[in-house]
């Protein structure tokens, strides 16, 4: 059976949320991928150009720095899950990417939004991770069930 492990990054709530029922009917570890500084509701003004996370955005080699480091080691699958960002994984998900050795490893995306899909998110991850195998991954609405979740883990 294969160790999964499901990492996060949440803004607002929505995506730890679905984080958590994912790794509960998994039966999973959980690892959140919070900033060291952890960021304002004006940072996530994204009507607003000099936002923090407007900012970030616009620089492809912004890394935000992590509160804590992933060990992966033990784990054959990683979930990452984050919202979608100017139609792409926010900043911090490339510096989680970059924190850890995925070599041999199956990372796969999955994201919550309203209806953006991942973009290039997968591959993004996966020229930060050449030697993972980085999966086209899933957008999920808040409500999505345990069994929607649950059943999407077993196609791969």
């Known amino acids: 059976m294969k ?4 990492t996060y990054f ?24 919070a ?4 960021y304002t509701k004006a940072d996530l003004d994204w009507t607003n150009k000099q936002s923090r996370s407007s900012v970030e955005m616009k ?11 992933p060990d992966v080691s033990g784990y054959d699958v990683i979930l ?6 100017w139609y ?3 900043s911090i998900i490339d510096t989680f990417m970059e924190s850890a050795d995925f070599t041999g490893k199956t990372v796969v995306p999955f994201c919550t ?10 591959k993004n ?5 050449p030697g993972a195998k980085v999966l086209e991954g899933k957008r999920f609405s808040a409500s999505a069930s345990s069994d929607e979740l649950k059943n999407w883990v077993e196609k791969f």
């Open 3 to 6: 160790k999964i492990l499901v």
């Open 10 to 33: 949440s803004a607002g709530g929505v995506t730890k949320k679905v984080a958590k029922k994912l790794a509960d009917a998994l039966g999973a570890d959980i690892f959140e991928i």
């Open 35 to 38: 900033p060291a500084q952890p």
């Open 59 to 69: 620089d492809r080699n912004c890394r935000p720095e992590m509160a804590m480091k």
């Open 80 to 85: 990452v899950g984050f919202p979608v960002w």
């Open 88 to 90: 792409r994984e926010p």
């Open 113 to 122: 939004s309203g209806g953006s899909g991942l973009g290039d998110s997968a």
């Open 125 to 129: 991850m996966q020229a930060l991770a």
